[in-house]
């Protein structure tokens, strides 16, 4: 059974930073292209950013210079580094496969970005 389970959300302060963490089991991890996705109140959920099972990475352009993705395979987790966060990145963060899955959406972890 594969569960995805996000963590290190939480409170950023604008220009400040935030990382946050999926942690995969099941046999999911090592062979797929893994991404980061949000839903911000009110609105659909999106892709921020993935990277695949070589490290090759590509971000949205909302987000791009100021988030990284990168995954450690040897721990089966992908991590979102979010440096000078803006309130509109405000949104539950949630990670999957690239493309998702249905079956394998967890909880999310909020991130709220105040000024």
């Known amino acids: 059974q594969v569960q995805l389970e996000e963590s290190g959300g939480g409170l950023a302060q604008v220009g400040g930073s935030l990382r946050v963490s999926c942690a995969a089991s099941g046999s999911i991890f090592s062979i797929n292209t893994m991404g980061w996705y949000r839903q911000a109140p009110g609105k659909g959920r999106g892709l921020v950013a993935y990277?695949?099972?070589?490290?090759?990475?590509n971000v949205a352009d909302s987000v791009k210079g100021r988030f990284t993705i990168s995954r450690d395979n040897a721990k089966n987790t992908v991590y979102l580094q979010m440096n000078s966060p803006k309130p509109e990145d405000t949104a539950v963060y949630y990670c999957?496969?690239?493309?998702?899955?249905?079956?394998?959406w967890g909880q999310g972890t909020q991130v709220t970005v105040s000024s």
């Open positions: 999957n496969t690239w493309p998702s899955w249905a079956g394998y």
């Open positions: 990277v695949t099972t070589g490290g090759t990475t």
